[in-house]
């Protein structure tokens, strides 16, 4: 069963929470510089399967720090414009973009992925990374995604994906802001883009990707339990317990398959 679409009150609170969850030090230093499984490399892929070359427009959908946005402006020479909810990560992105000498190829802004700031046609791809699955209106933002495209431009989502079910304890807001709770099915996921104009060219499974993310997050929680040193390097509120039994319940649910991740690729 599909989560219920929260109230918009409700809505606004978990962006903030999704937002706030990422830009936490305990949240950076589980995940590391890329805030999605499968890091640069399955960046690298979803710019191959775009197309993209130096010509190319290519808006990223909650860029997070920038890492993928970066990324994509030095391997395929494009343009990108990069848009985050939170400030901090943006802050940080346009930090990183002036530190490797490309100001003039990212920029990132701060926006929502349900309200795109851009004027319709503005690209020729947009790229989002395990962030689809956290906005509250994923009709809404698909939507905005097919508008800032110009017609044959190109969306390239890759996020967590959910086959059945998932078990009641993967279905709490902190495993919502986590990603988790309101993974779809790949169909459902489809589905939302062709509701808002796009053809589906491919749709692949990587949920390795996912399994060695969550390993590398267990790891490093089991870490910070037996060393003092490092777990006091977490915010006071951090709930160590709590992160490794979700870690745990994550790592159970892949190996189960009911949870995943997968690529997407759509056309406008
Ligand atoms: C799991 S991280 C992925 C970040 C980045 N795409 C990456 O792969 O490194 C999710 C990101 O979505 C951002 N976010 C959440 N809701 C958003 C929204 N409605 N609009 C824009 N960004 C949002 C968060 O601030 C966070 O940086």
């Not at 890492?67 to 020479?77: C, D, W």
């Not at 802050?91 to 990212?106: F, H, I």
């Not at 749709?203 to 929680?221: M, N, T």
Request: glycine letters at 8%; hydrophobic letters at 45%; a neutral charge.
């Amino acid at each position: 069963m599909k989560n219920p679409e929260p109230a918009p009150a409700e809505a606004g609170e978990l962006k903030q929470c999704c937002a706030a969850l990422y830009e936490s030090e305990a949240t950076r230093w589980l995940l590391g510089d890329s805030f999605h499984p499968g890091g640069v490399r399955l960046t690298e892929r979803l710019g191959v399967r775009l197309g993209l070359n130096e010509h190319s427009r290519v808006l990223d959908v909650a860029a997070g720090k920038g890492t993928s946005a970066l990324f994509l402006a030095e391997r395929f020479g494009c343009q990108v414009v990069g848009v985050d909810l939170s400030a901090r990560n943006v802050l940080e992105a346009r930090q990183a973009a002036t530190a490797r000498g490309l100001p003039e190829r990212a920029r990132f802004e701060c926006a929502d992925a349900e309200r795109l700031p851009f004027t319709d046609a503005a690209f020729d791809a947009v790229v989002c990374e395990c962030a689809f699955c956290t906005f509250p209106d994923k009709a809404g933002a698909a939507r905005e995604f097919a508008r800032v495209l110009r017609p044959g431009g190109r969306v390239g989502l890759s996020d967590l994906t959910r086959r059945g079910p998932l078990p009641a304890e993967l279905s709490g807001l902190i495993a919502w802001i986590a990603c988790i709770a309101d993974a779809l099915p790949i169909e459902a996921y489809r589905q939302c883009l062709t509701q808002a104009g796009f053809a589906t060219e491919a749709a692949e499974p990587h949920d390795e990707a996912l399994g060695s993310l969550v390993k590398q997050v267990e790891g490093r929680l089991l870490a910070a339990e037996l060393t003092v040193a490092l777990a006091s390097t977490l915010p006071a509120r951090f709930d160590l317990t709590a992160a490794r039994t979700l870690a745990r319940q994550a790592r159970e649910a892949i190996t189960r398959g009911q949870l995943g991740y997968c690529l997407l690729i759509a056309t406008r």
